[in-house]
């Protein structure tokens, strides 16, 4: 499975909307993680077909990061210890994006040229896994 995370506006009735969307088009949701930081909903979806339900969710105007993006969770003051310990092990960040953040928390959408490679060494930070996940 691959994921595909949606970053919206947190509301009621928000992962009803999603869920039906994807249904309609017949993309079964396999897995499902949701963080809410900063009013924004971070939603993660497992499903077997990451670009088409990218395209259904776009045009359906939601947005969704890049399916090459890590997701991760980590508190306001910690960001510059993950980019040094990858940094420290050769992984080189080609992005980082905040797409949200709290008091405490901020969610950030890295991109990475050894993505394997920063899974596993974030996996305790990325959103909704407990192991890395495979990325490509």
Partial sequence: MKSVTIVSDDRVGLLADISYILGKSAINI???SVDVVGGKAVISLEVKDPRRASEV???NGFSTTSLDSIIIKVSNDAVDEITEMLAGEKVQVKELSSLS???ADSIYALSVDKPRKAAKML???????????SYY
């Fill in 123 to 133: 996996s305790a930070f990325i959103l909704g896994n407990s192991e890395a996940p």
């Fill in 57 to 59: 969710l776009h045009s």
């Fill in 101 to 103: 953040s709290d008091a």
């Fill in 30 to 32: 396999d897995g499902l």
